[in-house]
């Protein structure tokens, strides 16, 4: 996805000169490898910052909340679907952007990446076509970019930009035959008890350091409810229901709003796989209403509507 980068430069310094925008949001390339960082520039002689390639993994969309300046932004298809989320939920209006749209085929899973090579720091590292190469002081390794994607760019089936006002190329082909919700599937066939050793393993060594929820575009509230102290909703420390009462309550409230993009298993510094939580509510308001989230500026979300023939055998 080299290639992108000289067309999103160009596009960026074209709307910026033309006064389209106000400022344009994209990525520029990191101080240390495989760690790409968002970027806003508002002056066209600042477009060379901007960059593209498989680590681009961040969410823009969190730069978005409340703005009211016009603003050009690059997009691929997780990105894109939660620009429309934050547009049906009125965190942003549609006339203000200029969207650059980006067909993608997936972001390279820097600790697997990390993994391969024994932990040894990374100085450089170089794409090519299907591959990449890593290179540190003593050691050079080639790897297929396939092998290394992140798990949820793996099961992706919205790789090109439901909403843009450009493209940079030509859309991929989205992929076929892959099953999103096989891991779900597999927590949904054990028992209660045994879902509940899961996922208290699962988020044993959370700190609480709320980088899942700081890099997600969609926890956007003025005060976080696990900052709420009249009334407190859930305590302070890291004793396991504290942190379990957090994975939980922060996960439904991403119910029917979540597309995926994996930024908050990006950040997390432990590890955790919490794509685990969202995941299985993807699945239900799927299997239940039908719906996915951000594919159309023209349809309210399953919580925000209501129809005769909606799920509701919870009712008693």
């Known amino acids: 996805m080299l290639e992108y980068r000289d067309k999103i430069i160009d596009i960026a310094r074209r709307i910026l000169q033309e006064e389209k925008v ?11 490898p495989m760690m790409n960082e968002p970027v806003l520039i508002n002056h066209p002689d600042k477009a060379d910052l901007l960059h593209w390639d498989s680590h681009c ?20 298809g997780c990105n894109s ?13 549609r006339e203000q952007l200029y969207i650059v749209g980006i067909p993608c085929t997936g972001m390279i899973d820097h600790r697997a990446v990390m993994g391969a090579v024994g932990n040894k720091e990374i100085l450089e590292v ?13 050691f050079e390794e080639t790897f297929q970019t396939s092998d290394y994607l992140r798990n949820n760019c793996a ?35 054990k028992s209660s008890q045994e879902r509940w050793e899961y996922f208290t393993e699962l988020v044993d060594p959370c700190i609480r350091c709320y980088a899942c929820r700081n890099a997600c575009p969609l926890c956007y509230c003025p005060t976080c409810f696990v900052d709420e102290s009249k009334p407190q909703w859930v305590g302070k ?17 991403c119910a029917g709003r979540c597309t995926d993009c994996g930024a908050c298993e990006r950040v997390c510094p432990v590890g955790i796989p919490v ?13 239940l209403f039908e719906w996915e989230a951000g594919l159309s500026l023209d349809m309210r979300p399953p919580l ?7 799920y509701n055998d919870f009712v008693r």
Not at 22 to 32: C, E, L, M, R, T
Not at 304 to 310: E, T
């Open 22 to 32: 106000d400022v344009f949001i994209g990525y520029k390339k990191g101080s240390v």
């Open 57 to 76: 993994g961040l969410n823009l969309c969190n730069y978005l909340t409340r703005r009211t300046d016009r603003i050009g932004i690059v997009a691929n």
């Open 81 to 93: 679907r939660n620009i429309v989320t934050h547009i049906v939920e009125n965190q942003i209006k």
């Open 126 to 138: 170089h794409e090519g076509e299907g591959t990449f190469k890593v290179v540190g002081n003593d």
């Open 155 to 189: 099961l992706c089936l919205h790789r090109n930009p439901v909403e843009y006002d450009e493209m940079v190329a030509d859309p991929v082909d989205e992929q076929q035959g892959v099953e999103p919700f096989e891991e779900v599937t597999e927590i949904e066939s």
């Open 237 to 253: 420390s890291i004793d396991p229901t504290d942190t379990m009462t957090f994975h939980f309550l922060r996960a439904y409230h």
């Open 275 to 287: 794509r685990q939580f969202t995941s299985k509510l993807n699945k239900d308001t799927l299997a």
């Open 304 to 310: 925000d509507v209501y129809r005769v023939d909606d």
